[in-house]
């Protein structure tokens, strides 16, 4: 019996140990419309209107806020390109201040928007795909890098929004083929904003991310 007893025992403490190996943690796949916490829908006041309008309002509203914050005014070239954007669009039958009151309020909202984070992603164990943007190398290796969403980010056009920008800290490096490899990336998620600095061409620039993933696996992206 007391044999029995001290197999039947550690039959068990085998179960014990044993059962978090077979409940492992499952990454929780995410896209990047996740790191966006939900909102209301922002209006569009001219999603009705040509393409050509609907530029020609957004650069006037970008331009008449420029010139409202003191950082353009009467003798800089685009002040003149307003004035013919406004004149041809009155032509055009629109009401062009009460249009440009209400792209300068979505401007605002889309601002606020983009600089949300989604605080229940913390602490979470996440995979992401998206492109690699390296900031640290080992060598030839690719130590800490800027995962974004698409190619170009933060070099060609301007940064993402801080909801679209991860900062990845890799356990072990990782050999990039190139500039903007796709990947899938594993590890723990933080959400907290922070700057990196990004070597350019023409200087370094400060990125600011809004999230951080401890990278435990990288690997090629791939649709499944």
């Not at 979470?124 to 995962?147: D, W």
């Not at 060609?156 to 900062?167: D, G, R, S």
């Amino acid at each position: 019996m007391p044999r029995l007893f001290h197999l039947i025992s550690s039959l068990c403490l085998l179960l014990v140990v044993a059962a978090p190996l077979s409940a492992a943690e499952t990454p929780k796949v995410l896209t990047w419309e996740g790191l966006i916490p939900q909102g209301p829908p922002v209006d569009n006041p001219y999603q009705y209107l040509p393409i050509d309008q609907q530029v020609e309002l957004e650069m006037l509203a970008t331009i008449r806020a420029q010139v409202a914050a003191g950082l353009m005014n009467e003798v800089h070239p685009m002040f003149e390109d307003a004035r013919e954007i406004e004149f041809k669009l009155r032509q055009e039958g629109i009401d062009v201040d009460r249009m440009v009151g209400l792209v300068q309020k979505m401007q605002s909202e889309v601002a606020a928007r983009n600089s949300e984070l989604a605080h229940d992603l913390d602490g979470q164990l996440v995979r992401l795909p998206g492109y690699v943007l390296p900031l640290e190398f080992e060598g030839t290796s690719v130590k800490e890098f800027l995962l974004v969403p698409y190619v170009g980010a933060c070099i060609h056009v301007p940064p993402p929004p801080i909801n679209q920008t991860v900062v990845v800290h890799l356990n072990q490096s990782y050999a990039a083929k190139e500039l903007y490899e796709p990947v899938w990336v594993t590890g723990r998620m933080t959400v907290k904003r922070s700057k990196r600095a990004l070597t350019l061409v023409d200087g370094d620039a400060d990125v600011e991310a809004g999230y951080t993933i401890q990278g435990t696996r990288v690997e090629p992206y791939t649709e499944k």
